[in-house]
């Protein structure tokens, strides 16, 4: 099958990312079918007005994992993501400059100085960039995998720190945790794969157009 009559897979993330993203696929000429906006709609797949391409909406790691094993051959997703699993078949070639926030430690604000610890529990769904931060540091860190309600874990015990992304820091604030390092700032990605991008034109085709619409809107 030629890569003309193949349709290009194009993956978005659900959630914080794709609000701030829609308008920039379309200045790039990425622009979703009607159904896509229906919040009934079940459909995880949905074609692209006027081209062959299409797009899936998947959660926001799922999106690295299908773009780095082929399945899509492109989408967007946050650094934080590119950075926590670090495939080596995922290029990330344009910064889109939206869905800024940081990746940060926090704690319970009555933790005393922790500074000197020498083991720490911490909770994160970035177990690699949690372990990675903390090697640096030479500080053996466990790290409690958990998918969300992170705020909860010191709470209850199960951990004396947590690792996540902070925006405003309201929610960090409202169940008393304090924000005390900054591991990374974040922004989304266009991120490809590798070998689609070496065999597929339209890969490199979609890169310039990301990148020509960055160049326009800073110049802006």
């Known amino acids: 099958m030629s890569f003309s009559s193949k349709p290009l897979t194009f993956a978005i993330p659900k959630g914080r990312i794709l609000d701030e993203a829609l308008p920039l696929m379309a200045r790039a000429g990425v622009v979703p079918e009607a159904e896509f906006h229906d919040k009934k709609s079940r459909a ?47 290029y990330a070639p344009v910064d889109l400059n939206i869905g800024h926030c940081r990746l940060s430690v926090a704690e319970p604000v009555d933790a005393g100085d922790t500074a000197s610890a020498s083991h720490l529990r911490v909770a994160s769904k970035y177990p690699h960039l949690t372990h990675k931060h903390y090697e640096a540091k030479g500080i053996q860190a466990e790290v409690v995998k958990l998918n969300g309600a992170m705020e909860l874990a010191p709470m209850l015990g199960l951990s004396g720190r947590i690792v996540d992304l902070v925006s405003t820091g309201r929610t960090l604030k409202e169940n008393g945790l304090r924000e005390t390092e900054v591991i990374m700032q974040i922004s989304a990605r266009l991120i490809v794969n590798r070998a689609a991008l070496k065999t597929d034109p339209r890969v490199g085709e979609l890169v310039e157009q990301f990148r020509k619409m960055v160049a326009e809107k800073v110049e802006a």
């Open 44 to 90: 995880l797949s949905f074609a692209v007005e006027g081209s062959d391409m299409r797009l899936i909406r998947v959660r926001a790691f799922d999106v690295a994992t299908f773009v780095a094993h082929g399945a899509a051959q492109a989408g967007i997703v946050g650094s934080d993501v590119v950075e926590e699993f670090a495939y080596p078949d995922l």
